[in-house]
């Protein structure tokens, strides 16, 4: 069976049920962002946009090679895919520089407040009033960032334990924002485009930074740790992507999370990391205020 045959099957699947199909997606895709932020983070890379010109260089060329034929300006689509896949990759410089500081598992739970930032974004954009459950919800979650983020938890560096938790919450607020103009691209636009973009944005926004950072690094395998971030990295995203396009991102929030688990049990086996108590409770809140938000969200709708 050739990839024409299972790209048109997938198709058939996406005609007849989108939303299962799509949460399938996201399942899958998330497993291959915990894989790419593992090869990330066990090479050590110490300057952080040359790692990511690199990915999206790579990545960028191996979609371009297959996928050249393909409308890179798609009519009234053009300025969603640039405004969203922007936001993406400043974002994606926040993360990976604040994940140098903290473990995975820490960085997989800030991350997951995003759901929260989007409910809020959405409420801000349609002018609704936040209801008092929303606030409340809002403010567990806060609660929960401040116990992973507490700076008295055994760290080496306490100052840039707190540095890395703030760029994580800022890459979720920024990328939060990325997801719900994404939906505006719609299912018409191939997620090879939508990737195609991110990656452009990030040679971009990493080429700036390289400027003012002004110094390269190579270590044995470093070649290696590239290869592995950038087709974990373009898989993911191709993936991700194209479910996101296929429904509303509040129908697929919930399974945004299984990311968080795959990070938990690889920090675990792989760099022998465990969360701390306060990272247990404080996650644990995080994780309750959202779904607890997503629940009701859920049962307004009807």
Request: proline content about 2%.
């Amino acid at each position: 069976m050739g990839l024409s045959h299972i790209f048109g099957y997938l198709k058939s699947l996406e005609a007849k049920n989108s939303l299962h199909v799509a949460i399938a997606y996201i399942l899958v895709a998330y497993f291959f962002h915990a894989v790419q932020i593992t090869f990330y983070k066990s090479a050590h890379f110490t300057v952080v946009p040359q790692s990511l010109f690199l990915r999206s260089f790579f990545s960028l060329t191996f979609i371009f090679m297959f996928q050249y034929k393909e409308n890179y300006h798609p009519k009234n689509r053009t300025r969603y895919l640039i405004q969203s896949q922007t936001l993406g990759a400043v974002g994606s410089l926040f993360y990976f520089y604040g994940i140098n500081f903290i473990s995975l598992s820490e960085g997989a739970i800030l991350f997951a407040t995003n759901s929260i930032w989007s409910q809020l974004m959405v409420s801000f954009m349609n002018r609704e009033r936040i209801t008092k459950s929303r606030f409340l919800n809002s403010i567990i979650c806060i609660i929960g960032i401040v116990l992973v983020v507490n700076p008295t938890v055994t760290v080496d560096d306490p100052l840039m334990h707190i540095v890395g938790c703030l760029c994580i919450l800022i890459c979720s607020v920024i990328q939060s924002l990325g997801f719900i103009i994404m939906k505006k691209i719609g299912p018409e636009v191939p997620s090879t485009i939508t990737t195609s973009y991110f990656h452009i944005m990030i040679i971009i926004t990493s080429s700036l930074q390289q400027q003012y950072i002004g110094r390269f690094e190579y270590f044995d395998g470093y070649y290696k740790y590239i290869a592995g971030f950038s087709l974990f990295t373009m898989l993911g995203q191709l993936i991700q992507f194209r479910a996101q396009t296929l429904v509303t991102y509040d129908k697929l929030c919930n399974y945004t999370y299984s990311q968080t688990l795959y990070i938990i049990i690889i920090d675990y086996v792989i760099f022998n990391k465990i969360l701390s108590l306060n990272g247990i409770i404080g996650g644990s809140l995080i994780l309750f205020g959202v779904f607890k938000q997503l629940a009701e969200d859920k049962k307004s709708r009807g």
